[in-house]
Every structure is written in C-alpha cells, then in structure tokens.
C-alpha cells in the first residue's frame, strides 16, 4: 500500500491502520508531503480492510517497503500497473495477471522511477 509522511510528521498510508479504511491518493495536499513510499500492510490491517469494504487485500510480501524523500521542488510518481496474459487459441481467457507498483519524483522537467514487480525486483525506468 502507499504511504505518505507529511511534513508535520503525520502519516497517511492508503488503507488506516485502525479501520480499514481506503484513502484517496488525490485528497492528500501533496505540497505539504516530504516522504511517498510502498509499505507492506500489517495482516490485522488487511483484516480490516476487508471487513470495511468486502474486497480482498492480497499483499505481496516479496516487495520490499521503498520509500522517497521529497522537496518542494520533487513532485512524487506513485501508481500501480495490472498486465493480463492471454494464451493464443485459449479463447481469450486470462492466464496470468500481474500488478506492479510504480513510485519515483518528477524534479526540474526529469524523472526516477521504480517499477516494483510482484517478485520483488525492482527495475530503475
């Protein structure tokens, strides 16, 4: 899940901890953000999760927790990719999905991004 240390100390992670309840990325004032990353949810929180919302957190423990540092003038990257695999002549039905994490900062028109895939690698973009 994302996280996001503010520059008062706060953290806002994309599910609370305490309730399990999803926030929005786009609400958080990034201005005021000093610190994205990826973190590795706690079980109890995924508990959580799925007792608010009904929909099923699989974390992917191989990921490694990746966080970067912000200024005023870095601007944070952070999404997710989905790829699907489909099997020619399996009549289009999904094989395989994968879900890679994508977390980097914009500064001066230049990027740094990481692609974080499901086994952990992570690939400078």
Same mark, same amino acid.
Do not use: T
């Given at each position: 899940m994302w996280s996001v240390k503010l520059e008062d100390g706060r953290v806002i992670e994309q599910f609370d901890r305490e309730t399990g309840k999803e926030h929005r990325f786009g609400d958080i004032d990034l201005s005021k953000a000093r610190e994205v990353g990826w973190v590795i949810p706690p079980v109890e929180t995924?508990?959580?999760?799925?007792? /608010? %919302?009904?929909?099923?957190?699989?974390?992917?423990? /191989?990921? #490694? !927790?990746?966080r970067l540092k912000l200024n005023e003038s870095r601007k944070p990257i952070i999404h997710f !990719? #989905? %790829?699907?695999s489909i099997q020619a002549g399996g009549h289009g039905m999904p094989v395989s999905e994968q879900t890679s994490y994508v977390l980097g900062v914009e500064e001066d028109g230049h990027r740094f991004v990481l692609k974080i895939r499901p086994d952990g690698v992570i690939e400078v973009m």
């Open positions: 995924i508990n959580k999760v799925a007792d /608010s %919302s009904g929909h099923l957190v699989v974390p992917f423990y /191989s990921l #490694r !927790e990746v !990719e #989905r %790829s699907m």
